[in-house]
T-cell receptor
């Protein structure tokens, strides 16, 4: 069965420090990969997506993610975190199983300290 | 506002009551999804529509849950005989064709007392 794992429930980083949020998925076929961000009281907003091609993808707000097929991973990175980045981040994977289905990870809560 | 709209934003109900939520997707988006999200969890797939046709329904969804999208535009999600375990954020998302990029509404927060 398909599954998406975000091993870190929460992460705290200092403002200006670099960030990496981990995401791993199971299942054999290469899926479509996404990262979403959810701020308090807000719906989910797409940060970036990977369909094919260059395995390093750029997103909004200075985020990037790298797809590593051998590790079944799609980790999200940002070189310098801003206080406004504090939010919940969800990795999502889309598989085609007769129809497209999106499965989300449990999320990683990012805290930013001054 | 051309985003996905959900109403109401909050709903408090007593156990055993029926509730109905509405979702207005982005116009011309022919796919519409419902997800449920509880604290500390990612959104959990409930069901999705291609135009007015309900193509898939999660096995996690009990018979108390029903969703409709009668004209292929807005959708409603009804929960009958609510239970405390139904308390969650119910998210709606729409997608244009097979773009696989979901646009989410702000959700309806349901609290069952």
């Amino acid at each position: 069965a398909q599954s998406v794992t975000q091993p870190d429930i929460h992460i705290t980083v200092s403002e200006g420090a670099s960030l990496e949020l981990r995401c791993n998925y199971s299942y054999g076929a290469t899926p479509y990969l996404f990262w979403y961000v959810q701020s308090p009281g807000q719906g989910l907003q797409l940060l970036l997506k990977y369909f094919s091609g260059d395995t390093l993808v750029q997103g909004i707000k200075g985020f990037e993610a790298e797809f590593k097929r051998s590790q079944s991973s799609f980790n999200l990175r940002k070189p310098s975190v801003h206080w406004s980045d504090a939010a919940e981040y969800f990795c999502a994977v889309v598989w085609y199983t007769g129809g497209f289905k999106t499965i989300f990870g449990a999320g990683t809560r990012l805290f930013v300290k001054a | 506002d051309t985003g996905v709209s959900q109403n109401p934003r909050h709903k408090i109900t007593k156990r055993g009551q029926n509730v109905t939520f509405r979702c207005d997707p982005i116009s011309e988006h022919n796919r519409l999804y419902w997800y449920r999200q509880t604290l500390g969890q990612g959104p959990e797939f409930l069901t999705y529509f291609q135009n007015e046709a309900q193509l898939e329904k999660s096995r996690l969804l009990s018979d108390r849950f029903s969703a409709e999208r009668p004209k292929g535009s807005f959708s409603t999600l009804e929960i009958q005989r609510t239970e405390q375990g139904d308390s969650a954020m119910y998210l709606c998302a729409s997608e244009e064709g097979t773009n696989e990029k979901l646009f989410f509404g702000s959700g309806t927060q349901l609290s069952v007392l």
